[in-house]
C-alpha cells in the first residue's frame, strides 16, 4: 500500500535541520577551548604575573613571581611541609567537628524552645558579634599551651553559620508536614529526625561549606597569635624573615586546602544527600 | 434509631487569638453534617475558616465551643484515622514514591512491614502509579506528586478523607484530569469526604452536596444539593444546568445580605 511517496519540501526542511552536528577540527578545537576557558583564564594570569615580575622588574619582596614561589616552596622539605599541613588541618577539623556536633543540637533546641530562642539567641548573636582575632590573644593566655586554645578559636569562628542556618532550616518545614506528624502523634524526636532535620539538610550543608573554609582561617588567625607549627606559623615566620616567597607559598597551599576541604564536603552532600542540592548542581 | 452522621460539626465557634490584641473570630455558630459515603464540598472565601474546619476535624485543635463528632462520638485529640490530602502534595523529597507512601508507618510504629509496602503499593496502583513507585518525588510532575499524597492519605484506610484545595496549585488541565480521577478513586474505594476549595465549577462537579461558608467568621450560608447524575464525565459539565447553576452560587457569594446594606 505505502508507495514510497516523493519527499516534500517541508520533510527535506526538516531531515538537514536534525542531520547530526558534523564535528569539523575547527568546531572541535573551539569546543575544547569552552570547555578548559576557566583553566585557560588561569594560566593566563600566572603568565601575566610572571612576566609583569620581570618586565617591571617587581621586587620579591613586593611581589614574587610564580616560579619564584614555586622555586621557594621546593626548597622547604616536604617533611617540614607535612608537619605544618598536618597542625594546621588537625586544628581546623578539631575545630569544625565540635562546632558540628555543637551547632546541630543547639539549633535543634533552638527550633524547639520559644524560651532558648528568646534568651539564648541574643546571646549567640552578641558573642557572634565580637571579632574572635581581638579575642584569640585573651584565650591563648586562658588556655595555655597545646592545641586547645587554637580549636577553641576556630571553633567559635566556624560555629555560627551552622547555628543560624540549621535553625532556619528546622524552621522552614512546612505546616502540613508538622499538622500530620502531629496527627499520627508520632512524638517529638521522630518529628525532629524524619522530617524536620532532613528537611533542614539543604541549609545545613550550605553552611557546612561556609563553615569549613571558615575553620581554615579559624585555625590560621590561633597560629599568627600563638604556635609553633602550622601554615599560619609558617607564614609569620617567613614574613618576618622576609622570605616573602616562601610566604607565599604557605599561603598557596591554604588556599589548596580550603579547596579540597570545601570539595570533600560537597562531595559528601552530592553522595548522600543529593535531594538537597538545587537541580542545577545535581550530578 | 438512624445511624450517627459520619461528620458533625454541631455549633462550632472558633476564636483565636490575634496579634494586635483583638481575637478572630474565624467560625460562628457553625452547624453541618456529612453522612457516610458522601462527597461534601466546603466552598468559600479565602479566610473564611475552611483549614480550620479540617484542622478540628483531625483533632489537631479543639473548637473554642461547640463539638466535632465523627460516627456520634467527639474529638477529644489528634486521630489519624481520618486521611488528609493538603493544598501542596508536601512530600519528603529525600524518600522515593513508595516510601512516601508509606511514611505514616515508618513515622507512626517507627517501621515499615511488608504489609504496609503491600498495601502503598496496592494504593499507588490505585492512582495509577503502579510504575512510580521506586522514582525520586523530583522526577514527577505537580499532578502525580499530588496523586502520591491522595495515596499516602489512604494508606491507613480511613473512613474520611479530607482534602483542602487539593487541587488548587495545578495547571488548568491536570485540575480537570484529578477531577475525575478523584471521582473514579471515591467509587472504587467509597470514603465520606470533605473536600474544601474555592471553585465553583470543581465542586459541582465532584459534590453531593456543598457547603457555602460566609466571609469570617465562617457560617454555613447555603446548601446546595448538586442534582447530576453520576458518574459524572465532561458531559456533565456541557449540561445547561451546571452553567447555570455555577452562575447562581457565583451571584450568591457576591452579594452580602448580612451586611444590612443592599442585598
Ligand atoms: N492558629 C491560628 N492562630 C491565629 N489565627 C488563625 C490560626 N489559624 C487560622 N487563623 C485565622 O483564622 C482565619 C481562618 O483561617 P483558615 O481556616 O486558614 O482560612 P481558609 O482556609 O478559609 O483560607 C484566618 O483569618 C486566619 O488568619
Ligand atoms: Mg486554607
Redesign the pocket.
Known sequence: MTSPTPQTAAQTRLAALMQPVRMTPRRRLLDMLDRFTPFLAFVAVLVIWEAATHIFAIPSFLLPAPTAILGAGIAVDPMVWLDHIWATVRVALTGYAASIAIAIPLAVALSDSRFLKRTLYPMLIVVQSTPVVAVAPIIVVTLGAGDLPRVVITFLIAFFPIVVSTTTGLMATPDELIELSRSLRAGRIREIYQIRLPYALPYVFSALKISVTLSIIGAVVAEFVAAQSGLGYFIGFSTSFFKIPQAFAGLIVLVVISLVMFRAVAWVQNRFAPWSLPKSERK | MRTPPAIHFKDIE?V????SGAP?H??HALDFRIERHEFVSVL????????????LLSGL?LPSDGQVEVFGSPIKGPRDDVGIVFQRPTLLPWLSVIDNVTFPMRHKYGRVTPDDRKRGLEMLDLVRLGDFADKRIDELSGGMQQRVGIARALLLDPDILLM??PFSALDALSRDEMSFELLRIWRERPKTVLF?T?SIPEALLLSDRIIV?SE?P?TVRDEIIVPFARPRTLETMADPRFTEMANSIRRRLFSHPVDGGEA
Open positions: 472558633q483565636f487569638p490575634g496579634k478572630i474565624a467560625l468559600g472565601p479565602s479566610g473564611c475558616g475552611k483549614s480550620t474546619l479540617l484542622r485543635m483542602d484545595e474544601i474555592h461558608l469570617r465562617g
